[in-house]
């Protein structure tokens, strides 16, 4: 990164945002760190493959309830998740079976980067979130993905502003509102990454 692209970000940040820049990043940190999410990646991009890749989202779908009953936080949705991985695998194993599919379940608790995603009304920003992971034989196909916690995709789904503050549930339902402020923390998040990989002089 250049010394005037360096000016330009600075720039851009204290004319567009000053004064909000730093409450808006930290909204976006906690909006992270807040959620965890479904992500099920299919063997392939064939239609067969597809098509397997949303009846596992559907029985998993159809099983959550049980999975996660009783879990009302984050720290409890995510270490059942780690009780149930087994249960899951298993789940998502015997609907690729029932189906004729002899394709190897792998289920993971990661965190992970995400482009900006959309699902039905709800659009999640780019970022790195905890995810339930459920990969599909070689995985190199499109996925699917949802809000686990809180739950926005599961049968009892509510609305965001049940679980998240108006700004936080704002940035969810329009982030076009928001756009300017998503591009200065991507560029504020480029400019500490380049000062940290940057050699020190002796």
């Known amino acids: 990164m250049k010394k005037w692209e360096i000016a330009a970000v600075l720039g851009l940040i204290l004319a567009v945002v000053l ?21 099920i990646l ?28 009783g ?6 949705m995510k270490a059942r998740a780690v009780e149930e991985q087994e249960t899951i695998r298993l789940i998502a194993q015997q609907t690729l079976e029932e189906n004729g599919c002899s394709d ?27 995810a339930v992971r459920i990969l599909i034989g070689a995985a190199e196909g499109h996925n ?12 009892a789904a509510g609305e ?3 679980y998240f503050d108006e700004e936080t ?3 969810l339902e329009a982030p076009e509102q928001f756009t300017v402020k998503f591009k200065c923390v991507e560029l504020w ?14």
């Open 189 to 202: 998040q480029a400019l500490q990454a380049y000062w940290k990989e940057k050699p020190r002089q002796p």
């Open 42 to 69: 299919a063997n392939s991009d064939s239609e067969e493959d597809q098509h397997l890749k949303l009846l596992v989202r559907d029985a998993l779908l159809e099983q959550s309830e049980n999975l996660f009953y």
């Open 104 to 130: 190897k379940v792998t289920v993971q608790l990661v965190q992970m980067e995400f482009d900006e995603r959309t699902y039905d009304e709800i659009t999640m920003p780019a970022g790195a979130y905890d």
């Open 169 to 171: 549930a704002a940035i």
């Open 144 to 155: 699917w993905w949802c809000v686990m916690y809180p739950p926005l995709c599961l049968p």
């Open 160 to 162: 965001p502003e049940a």
């Open 71 to 76: 879990c009302e936080t984050l720290d409890e």
């Open 19 to 39: 004064g909000n820049f730093g409450s808006f990043a930290q909204k976006l940190n906690d909006l992270h760190h807040s959620v965890l999410r479904l992500h």
